[in-house]
């Protein structure tokens, strides 16, 4: 049996002395360049992922009577 699978990954990174607790790398390579700053400067930097994997397609709108009110 096969299935429909897709997986994204989000990566958020930052560092504690530049950044103070918000995210100031996005993407891909945003945990390298945590890493690489960390390197560069000493700095205590951080980095998240976190994946999401959706099995089959969703056909259905997510919000069908989101605008319901723009039509009436
Ligand atoms: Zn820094």
Redesign the pocket.
């Known amino acids: 049996m096969s299935r429909e699978s897709e997986t994204s990954r989000q990566v958020r990174a930052g560092?504690?002395?530049?950044?103070g607790t918000a995210a100031h790398w996005l993407g891909r390579n945003a945990a390298g360049v945590a890493a690489r700053?960390?390197d560069a400067?000493g700095?205590?930097?951080w980095a998240e992922q976190s994946l999401r994997t959706v099995y089959g397609a969703d056909s259905a709108p997510p919000h069908p009577d989101l605008f319901a009110e723009a039509t009436a």
């Open positions: 560092c504690t002395v530049c950044h700053h960390h400067t700095h205590c930097t």
